[in-house]
């Protein structure tokens, strides 16, 4: 009885840490869609990506079928979330949405990523 005391808590520890590898694998391999920006109409964009407990949120600006601003309005309080921000500058800098994520910050740069998509897919707040 006292091993099964000890060896539950661990298959359950295990268990679930494999479904976090799982869904940690699931967010850095989704594939991030392409926007056409020549269709979208100026305004604010908000959108949203959850992963885990985890909400990514930002606000996209548009002007003149161009990204002007991301903001990036929730993201998780750590050092590799911080470094996921670049991505905002990488697509500033190249116009599109579907860039590569930030080296080392992959998992949030994919979760970011995605949450602009969602953004530009949705209807204008403002």
Do not use: W
């Not at 905002?88 to 860039?99: C, F, M, S, Y």
Request: aromatic content about 6%; proline content about 2%; glycine content about 4%.
């Amino acid at each position: 009885m006292r091993i099964l005391c000890r060896i539950i808590p661990c298959m359950t520890f295990i268990l679930i840490m494999a479904c976090k590898n799982n869904e940690l694998e699931k967010v850095r391999s989704m594939q991030i869609d392409s926007v056409d920006f020549s269709t979208l109409q100026d305004g604010i964009y908000r959108g949203d990506f959850r992963y885990g407990d985890y909400t990514y949120t930002v606000e996209v600006h548009i002007q003149s079928k161009r990204i002007e601003a991301i903001n990036i309005l929730e993201n998780r309080d750590s050092k590799y979330a911080k470094m996921a921000e670049a991505v905002a500058e990488k697509i500033l800098e190249q116009q599109r949405n579907d860039v590569d994520a930030v080296s080392g910050a992959t998992t949030t740069s994919k979760a970011l990523l995605k949450a602009v998509e969602n953004a530009l897919r949705s209807e204008p707040i403002q």
